[in-house]
């Protein structure tokens, strides 16, 4: 397992249907910028389904989660892109969104495996399980 330090950049978020009341989805486009063995940028597309929520402090809130992250940038010295479909739980400012790379481009074309969150503090780490086979 290794890490890499991400920062979020952009969150954008807005409900699918203002008319409709008692539908709680929202959708997020997202930016991460990403340090370390995984250097580079994330771009994210989140839905999100609010099972619980907190408008005073939204890291507080509670939500259903399934998205699509596609990075450019390096792992590990390689240059590429991947794409990675997340589903998972978003609960009291920590995200359980386990991932897996479903497609992968340039030096990472044969870059397979999965990542998750974990939250220190101020802190955001990718808990990568990596590995470009040959």
């Known amino acids: 397992m290794e890490t890499a330090i991400f920062t979020v950049t952009k969150w954008e978020e807005q409900p699918v249907e203002n008319n409709l009341s008692n539908f709680p989805i929202n959708t997020a486009k997202v930016e991460y910028e990403i340090k370390g063995i995984l250097e580079g940028k994330a771009t994210l597309e989140y839905l999100l389904y609010y099972l619980d929520s907190n408008i005073e402090d939204a ?39 386990p991932a897996q790379i479903i497609n992968g481009t340039g030096e990472l074309k044969k870059l397979i495996g999965s990542y998750n969150y974990h939250f220190l503090g101020h802190t955001s780490e990718l808990v990568l399980d990596f590995e470009l086979t040959k």
Request: aromatic letters at 16%.
């Open 59 to 97: 890291e507080k809130a509670k939500s259903k989660i399934a998205g699509f992250l596609h990075f450019e940038g390096h792992y590990d010295g390689q240059y590429g892109t991947f794409t990675a479909c997340e589903n998972g739980m978003f609960d009291n400012g920590t995200l359980d969104s």
